[in-house]
């Protein structure tokens, strides 16, 4: 009986343990959307954009980490463990000429989205993920910082009423000095500094 009732106990603790590490989409919301600023000329250079394949995802915000990661596995937030997206993500993305922007990850995973520029901003676009719950990450991108050489800044406003933020980079990793833009930028559109997060890609395999 002592047997069984420690083994149940020890059951539960793994249990337990394994709930705490599982994403947790309601902490990572940040805000609602917001207005954001409209700059009345192009400040991405869309040539140098398009020339970036692959683009990296060193960091961004907890909401958007965890909807890009949960797309492409296909799976619900509680079916997935912290360390699973933080070290074995990889993600990258992929843009074309068609409009089509995938996310790849885990290892061979990808997902599609299709865009549209906006009429009356060249530095943003909608996007749908293409098959499954396109709503479950889908939105407007505006692109609000780049230095239009290594990295741009993306401001993000999902479907479902939520800001979401993240950099794409010619490279894994970002530069202090460029982090620490990021990070300044983040925090002057009203995000919060508690939802910052970095993506690790020093165990990728490719």
Known sequence: MWYSLSASVALLCIASAVHVQSLDLKTAKDQPCFNIPNPKTPIL???????????????GSTNSLYRVALNVLQK?????????????ACLKWYMYDNGTVVSTGFNGLRKEYKTKTLEDNPDAFTFVGEGGDKDFYSGTLYTTLTDNKSFFFATICLKNGEMAWGVASTTPTLTEETKKKVFDHAVSLGFNKEDFTELKYD???N
């Open 45 to 59: 250079d869309e040539k140098w954009v398009h020339s970036i394949n692959p683009m990296y995802f060193p960091v």
């Open 76 to 88: 619900e937030a509680r079916d997935v463990g912290f360390a699973t997206v933080y070290y074995d």
């Open 203 to 205: 165990t990728c395999k």
